[in-house]
């Protein structure tokens, strides 16, 4: 199969990029991280807490559902590639048919049945928790795949990359201030709770996907051909290996997703058994977010002024120096560690926020090596090391709270359990900034003179 690219030419068959695109793309992003961080941040503790699962048994399930993954992204995206463009386009439809499924595998994730013997409670862990992956795969690799088909300027994709970051950070502030509220009863985590917040999720996420659905448009079409050279996978393996701004991306991703999981999945406890403070989340949440929103007015100054690659090294060696002080730092405030937080996710936001159009350029850069426009394949292994991030996070949490000797179900925890909590929340975060700044320093190869470079030979190809 190859695919070649035909820009749609009549201005007046299709509308002009614009607001709506952007608001649009926000609300597939909210749509999907309102049960993406609700499981990230909440599904070890409903595990452990709820149904009585050893975290050591979580973490073993979080590391073989991501096995699993590395099977089901990359048949996906391959699948999605080889899709006829039909009259909603390539990747909308998606929105669509995955919505509902994804959505009610969400809720059932979190849904404590009743009476259920304990021998089968980690199964339907399993099924409902590789189910609920697999549906999320189905929705957002041809989400993350539809930014490259909506615009191809540079600008307009970050604008994208800032919209969808909006997006992530609307539903993080969904889960900081409304979980709590619904999950916990007089500092305990309830079963009732955790299903009224899921039930709350499925109505909004499905209300956000036909948003999404109904505001984007698909602007690039791709017409795929049919000829007598048969796919191979380990040449397309081979090619995605040759694209340095694809793997140091993935690295970077990898360590800097690594952290945020491990910190979403440990916050709980660290407020509950560290600080003793269980209401301090979602302000801890809250302060950790907004330090998201205040550099998004800065961000396309400081881009065009010192490109996307420098100012993702610059601002993260900030998070390095902030997180490697609350590792070594003997803090007793839950309020001197947000301050400190505060600064640490000032210098990890820039490169959050900027991921999403440093994957459309790393896609733009698999075409400039090889010649073929494969969005589906390079979000889709993009989007595999995420989840392999997700899931060693979850699995080092669970593995790490087993080895400190947390003990599920009990009120209270043993002040070495706190402090080794404290410990893991805090020097996590600092290898992977750590692991984040060399990759994009001498990985990631589209500096801002060698993407402007690339940007005009592409242009050139197109025509």
């Known amino acids: 199969m190859e695919i070649s690219t035909e820009k749609v030419l009549k201005q007046d068959v299709v509308k002009p990029f614009g607001l709506q695109d952007k608001i649009g793309y926000m609300l597939g992003d909210l749509g999907n991280d309102l049960f993406f961080q609700f499981v990230s941040g909440y599904l070890m503790l409903f595990y452990t807490d709820v149904l009585g699962i050893t975290a050591g048994a979580v973490g073993t399930m979080l590391v073989i559902a991501r096995i699993w993954d590395a099977i089901n992204d990359p048949m996906m995206g391959t699948f999605i590639d080889r899709r006829k463009v039909g009259k909603n386009g390539k990747f909308r439809p998606y929105l669509l048919y995955a919505a509902l499924p994804v959505t009610i595998m969400g809720f059932l994730t979190f849904t404590a049945i009743p009476g259920i013997p304990d021998n089968l409670k980690l199964v339907y862990a399993y099924i409902t928790y590789i189910g609920f992956g697999m549906c ?100 397309t393996v081979k090619t995605l290996l040759s694209n340095r701004a694809l793997i140091g991306l993935m690295l970077a991703s990898f360590g800097m997703l690594a952290s945020m999981m491990a910190v979403n999945a440990l916050t709980p406890y660290l407020y509950k ?131 400190i000797g947390y003990k599920a179900g009990v009120a209270t925890q043993t002040p070495e359990v706190a402090q080794g909590i404290k410990y893991i929340i805090t020097i996590l975060p600092f290898v992977s900034a750590l692991i984040s700044t060399i990759a994009m320093t001498f990985v990631y190869n589209l500096s801002k003179t060698k993407l402007a470079e690339m940007t005009k030979e592409l242009e050139l190809r197109r025509g």
């Open 273 to 403: 058994d560290y600080f003793k403070a269980p209401e301090l989340i979602s302000l801890g949440g809250v302060i950790g977010m907004i330090s998201s929103f205040l550099i998004l007015p800065f961000l396309s100054p400081l881009v065009n002024k010192f490109g996307k690659k420098e100012l993702s090294v610059g601002t993260m060696l900030i998070a390095v120096a902030a997180n490697l002080a609350l590792f070594l730092m003997p803090i007793k405030s839950p309020y001197v560690y947000m301050a400190i937080n505060f600064i640490a996710s000032i210098g990890t936001g820039f490169f959050n926020v900027l991921i999403w159009a440093l994957v459309g350029d790393a896609i733009d850069y698999q075409e400039y090596i090889t010649g073929k426009r494969e969005e589906g394949i390079v979000y889709a292994s993009y989007s595999l090391v995420r989840k392999l991030g997700q899931a060693i996070a979850g699995g080092i949490g669970g593995f790490a709270l087993t080895f």
């Open 136 to 235: 999320y795969t189905a929705i957002n690799i041809p989400y993350g795949s539809l930014a490259s088909v909506m615009t191809t300027d540079p600008v307009e994709r970050t604008s994208l990359s800032t919209f969808r970051s909006v997006g992530a950070l609307i539903a993080n502030l969904a889960i900081m201030i409304i979980v709590p509220k619904l999950v916990f009863s007089d500092g305990v985590a309830t079963a009732g709770g955790f299903m009224k917040a899921s039930a709350v999720f499925v109505v909004f996420s499905n209300l956000c996907y036909f948003g999404a659905f109904k505001l984007t448009t698909e602007r690039v079409k791709h017409k795929v051909q049919e000829t007598k050279e048969k796919s191979s996978f380990i040449k």
